[in-house]
């Protein structure tokens, strides 16, 4: 239904232009997996309105839907640009992007960056049960420089518990 009802807007709006319309139609590609089409409905609402008012959440989106498609570097890049703006990025959640740019680090096999952000999000909230448990994982992967299986254990077990 909501897919059919963008296809109308777009039918008949005499300008099909209006970001707000792209960004709907971008969260509704996301919300069922179609990745390159949210990908690009998304991009296109940057170009038309770069200071768009949800900007954040659009790249925040997008560095997981990069996540997704493998396109790591471009992934790390948008992410790590939710950090850089203080004053836009307090109205967007740090732990989450922080533990986004872990997952991407983690799933480049840069262990110690991956561990470094999950890290941070520890800083602020001791008990984020996902970031134990990557942490967990991280430190059970033998081919980590700083394996420990007993480090291992402690934070699969707290995350169990948070």
Known sequence: ??????????????????????YGIGILYDRYGSLDHAEEAFSQVMR????????????????????QQQKYDQSLEVSLSLCIDDDDFRHFNFL?????????????????????AYERVLTDNPNHAKVLQQLGWLYHQQSASFTNQDLAITYLTKSLES
């Open 1 to 22: 239904k909501a897919y059919g009802a963008y296809q109308q807007a777009l039918f008949h709006l005499p300008n099909p232009k209006e970001p707000k319309l792209w």
């Open 96 to 116: 989450d992007i922080w533990f986004q740019i872990g997952h991407v680090y983690e799933q480049q096999k840069n262990f110690i960056s991956a561990k470094e």
């Open 48 to 67: 038309m309105e770069p200071k768009f008012e949800k900007a954040n959440e659009i790249y925040f989106r997008l560095g997981i839907i990069y996540k």
